[in-house]
Nanobody
Framework: QVQLVESGGGLVQAGGSQRLSCAASGSISSLNAMGWYRQAPGKQRELVAIMTIRGTITYADSVKGRFTISRDNAKNTVYLQMNTLKPDDTAVYYC?????????WGQGTQVTVSS
């Protein structure tokens, strides 16, 4: 089992920045990928950014140039730096980890961007 603890999030004005963190613990002998999804009210959960253990990164088109994903392998932690936030970025952000083919999810953290 893998446990994920997220931090960050909250209320921010449009144009502002926030950083999310997610620390993994438990059976983490192989974290193949770490990343973030988000789900806005009434919408499906969507990929925001994900990074493989080899460093390959995928971003959603809507966040390219504004969000940056990074990871600290020594701390088993993944970060999401979010800049130039827009009201459309308002959502619950979920950390995700893939380990040995199993996908784990964090509890989610709310990010609200006011206009």
């Amino acid at each position: 089992q893998v446990q994920l603890v997220e931090s960050g999030g909250g209320l921010v004005q449009a144009g502002g920045s926030q950083r999310l963190s997610c620390a993994a613990s438990g059976s983490i002998s192989s974290l193949n990928a770490m990343g973030w999804y988000r789900q806005a009210p009434g919408k499906q959960r969507e990929l925001v950014a994900i990074m493989t253990i080899r460093g390959t990164i995928t971003y959603a088109d809507s966040v390219k140039g504004r969000f940056t994903i990074s990871r600290d392998n020594a701390k088993n932690t993944v970060y999401l730096q979010m800049n130039t936030l827009k009201p459309d970025d308002t959502a619950v952000y979920y950390c995700t980890v893939i380990s040995w083919g199993i996908t784990y999810w964090g509890q989610g953290t709310q990010v609200t961007v006011s206009s």
